[in-house]
């Protein structure tokens, strides 16, 4: 599983994750590693769709924190 970029601006604010988007992410990972160590795969799969949620999550997470980086980034160069 890896991360899709969020936008491709080019901004600085993309390049590396959140707070928020790394403990979505790093969450992701786990759940994948434990998904894949199971014997009952109706579980395993369970596992597989709760860290694709959190993989949306950490890039839902990404581009919400990349906006509101870019806007506070506006608002200062305008004071």
Do not use: P
């Amino acid at each position: 599983m890896q991360l899709r970029q969020a936008a491709t601006d080019g901004s600085e604010d993309l390049v590396q994750l959140s707070q928020r988007g790394k403990q979505y992410l790093e969450t992701a990972r786990t759940l994948l590693r434990t998904a894949k160590t199971m014997t009952d795969q109706a579980i395993a799969g369970q596992l597989k769709v709760l860290a694709e949620d959190y993989q949306r999550r950490a890039e839902k997470a990404l581009r919400v924190d990349a906006a509101k980086a870019r806007a506070f980034r506006n608002a200062s160069y305008r004071a």
